[in-house]
């Protein structure tokens, strides 16, 4: 009897993802737990592993299109195991033998490697792929490559004869960039969060100065006593975690006809990659030390740079917070990550003037923005809340009274 491989739950809010490389075709032997295909979402790719041992029976699902949790991505035939159902006598043809149908092969040019879906596309946009260097396993060619090809294409034809543009026209000032699928999941998303949730602004700024001097003055040690060094994330983690205690409603979720408040404290922390942020989850953030925050930041960059992120590494939070200040950004709107109800924004720290005691001093200064849903969090309450942030951070010794 065949064994379906579905579509596995892929975490917190993702329902669908992408059909990235079939790393088997079909007649292929496998094993229980090989990897079988790779699923894109908008947050990880996801390998899709056997459910048991046999033969690839049969590819319901090409690559590049959409499925849903539970979709029945192909099956698997159990009874055809390596080695262990050749006809006795000999005289019959083994059912271990691939499979495979024509389209489905890997080289479909004699001395070419490249995915079916890879190779209509190159067809299509009449793209030479000998010239392409592939960029899946073994040197197969995919969709992602022929992508890559057709964005260097641009539209100026070869000719020795200078071409000068029309005034009127830019056709030939234009380069044509295909979407990603994960780019398009990630628009799709955003553009959910303006619909459905009532998002409004709030901004402060924040004295650095405690924080830097604290900076200053231990960085050295804590790098020799804890193995890693000691970052401004981990105060801002600190605050908004105590800050979040005292008003539960920024740790709450919308539900049918409810208000679902997190008794747990799971903060997402913004890391750019190079198909736009993530934004892995430190779990119960309240329970970790400075250090088990900053070793969880590094392990999150790390996993990020790698591309090894789990859907459990993204899964979970109920607050999250995003520094653009690591880009230079002065002042930002961050955007909720639904179902969550808040977000905090960093920016980048310069020294400006201010009035204290009545005198003009300078000092390192930050913006901070705090979006909320206003349907859960009311306008006083979210500028109490950052209030409440931005006293920890100019005052770093009320951290250590209040946990």
């Given amino acids: ?32 737990g090989e990897t079988i295909l790779e699923l894109e979402t908008e947050k990880v790719n996801l390998e899709v592993t056997a459910p048991a ?3 690839l029976e049969k590819v319901n699902i090409s690559e590049g299109e959409i499925v849903n949790v539970g979709a029945v991505l192909g099956t698997i035939n159990p009874d055809v195991v390596s080695g262990e159902n050749n006809s006795e006598n000999g005289n ?43 960029s899946g396993r073994s040197g197969k060619i995919t969709v992602d490559d022929i992508n890559e090809k057709l964005n260097t294409k641009t539209s100026i034809p070869e000719t020795n004869t200078p071409v000068i543009p029309s005034i009127t026209s830019t056709e030939s000032l234009e380069t044509r960039k295909r979407i990603t699928k994960r780019r398009e999941t990630i628009a799709k998303r955003l553009k959910e969060a303006h619909l459905n949730t009532v998002m409004t602004t709030t901004y402060n700024e924040v004295d650095m100065t405690e924080i830097m001097k604290i900076r200053s003055k231990y960085k050295e040690s804590f790098r020799e006593q804890k193995g890693v060094g000691l970052g401004f994330m981990s105060f801002f983690v600190k605050s908004v975690v105590q800050s979040l205690i005292d008003f539960p409603n920024l740790n709450s979720e919308m539900g049918e006809n409810e208000i679902i408040m997190k008794n747990y404290y799971n903060i997402g922390i913004a890391v750019a990659s190079d198909e736009g942020l993530v934004v892995p989850v430190l779990k119960n953030a309240n329970n970790l030390s400075f250090s088990g925050i900053e070793s969880g930041i590094v392990d999150m960059v790390k996993k990020t740079q790698s591309k090894t992120l789990t859907i459990d590494d993204l ?12 880009f230079g950004s002065m002042f930002s709107t961050p955007i909720i990550n639904p179902p969550q109800v808040g977000i905090l924004g960093m920016h980048a720290i310069k020294k400006k003037p201010i009035v204290i005691n009545d ?32 006293d920890f951070i100019e005052d770093p010794q009320k951290l250590l009274i209040e946990n």
């Fill in 1 to 32: 009897m065949s064994i379906e491989i579905k579509v596995p739950e892929m975490g917190e809010s993702i329902v669908e993802a992408t059909v990235g490389e079939w790393i088997k075709s079909e007649g292929d032997l496998i094993e229980a």
């Fill in 53 to 55: 041992a046999g033969q």
């Fill in 92 to 134: 019959k043809e083994s059912k271990n033998t691939p499979i495979k149908k024509p389209e489905d092969e890997e080289s479909i040019d004699d001395n070419i490697n490249i995915t079916p879906l890879a190779k209509n596309l190159a067809d299509k946009n009449k793209i030479d792929i000998s010239t392409i260097k592939g």
């Fill in 315 to 326: 899964s979970g939070g109920t607050f999250t917070i995003t520094n653009g200040g690591t």
């Fill in 359 to 390: 005198e003009i001093v300078i000092r390192p200064m930050m913006y901070l923005a705090l979006t909320y849903d206003h349907r859960l969090v009311d306008g006083g309450e979210a500028v109490q809340f950052l209030v409440r942030i931005k």
